[in-house]
Nanobody, 128 residues
Framework: QVQLVESGGGSVQAGGSLRLSCAVS????????MGWFRQAPGKEREGVAT???????SYVDSVKERFTISQDNAKNTLYLQMNSLKPEDTAMYYC??????????????????????WGQGTQVTVSS
């Protein structure tokens, strides 16, 4: 059973930075697409970034050049480095995992991949 636990959220002023972490257990990293999602009050959940083995990443347009997704396989940890934060980045952030096997091309933010494993979320609040 894949389990994910996020940490690192908090409150920052616009222009600041945060790094989210997601501790993952019960999976084989090479077979899973890992992603970060967010949901703001009154809005639908949206994909923020994804990563799969070999470091192949994808990002939603609104965070490109500001956010970086990475994973440390030795520590079984997924990260999201968030720089130049904006008030519109305020949301609950979730990490998630989806088994893709050898179908690496499915691991994109906008590909419609169904993520079956989710963390409990960590709140990010950006004030202006």
């Amino acid at each position: 059973q894949v389990q994910l636990v996020e940490s690192g959220g908090g409150s920052v002023q616009a222009g600041g930075s945060l790094r989210l972490s997601c501790a993952v257990s019960g999976y084989t990293y090479s077979s899973y697409c890992m992603g970060w999602f967010r949901q703001a009050p009154g809005k639908e959940r949206e994909g923020v970034a994804t990563i799969i083995r070999d470091g192949i990443t994808s990002y939603v347009d609104s965070v490109k050049e500001r956010f970086t997704i990475s994973q440390d396989n030795a520590k079984n940890t997924l990260y999201l480095q968030m720089n130049s934060l904006k008030p519109e980045d305020t949301a609950m952030y979730y990490c998630a995992a989806a088994w893709v096997g050898e179908h690496l091309g499915l691991c994109t933010v906008v590909g419609g991949l169904a993520f079956g494993y989710w963390g409990q979320g960590t709140q990010v609040t950006v004030s202006s």
